[in-house]
């Protein structure tokens, strides 16, 4: 069954979102976990970049599997979805060519359409917490 086409997908998944911040309890702790969020996303994607442009395989995995991970802890459905078909692309590309060859040809074909996404989910996340979700 093929992955649904990340625009499909919506851009922030406002169920978990509901999910985290369903505890009255916790005293807010939701919106750190948005903020921290938020606050380290253009890290990831500079270490993205970063391993993509110079061939490092073994640091463009880490980077990129760190993107999709929190992307989908926050329901950044179509950011997560993008870094989930960039990590498959490395992994598949990585074997049949040189690193160094390969990683900086899908950091040209991948990374526009993430630092775009993460903008928008930016955006909006920033929207969420001014609305108190």
């Known amino acids: 069954m093929a992955k649904p086409d990340a625009k ?3 851009l922030l998944d406002e169920s978990v979102l509901k999910r985290l911040s369903a505890n009255p309890d916790d005293g807010g702790v939701w919106k750190v976990f948005i903020h921290n969020f ?5 890290k990831r994607i500079e270490e993205l970049r970063w391993a993509l442009s110079t061939g490092d395989l073994t640091k463009a995995l880490d980077a990129v599997h760190s993107l999709k991970t929190s992307s989908q802890m926050v329901g950044a459905e179509q950011l997560a979805d993008l870094a989930s078909k960039l990590e ?10 040189e690193p160094a060859v390969t990683l900086p040809r899908l950091a040209a074909a991948h990374l526009r359409g993430i630092k775009h996404r993460s903008q928008r989910t930016t955006e909006l996340l920033h929207a969420q917490l001014r609305s108190g979700i």
């Open 38 to 42: 938020l606050a380290h996303l253009p």
């Open 88 to 97: 498959l692309s490395i992994r598949d590309d990585s074997t049949r060519a």
């Open 8 to 10: 499909r997908l919506p």
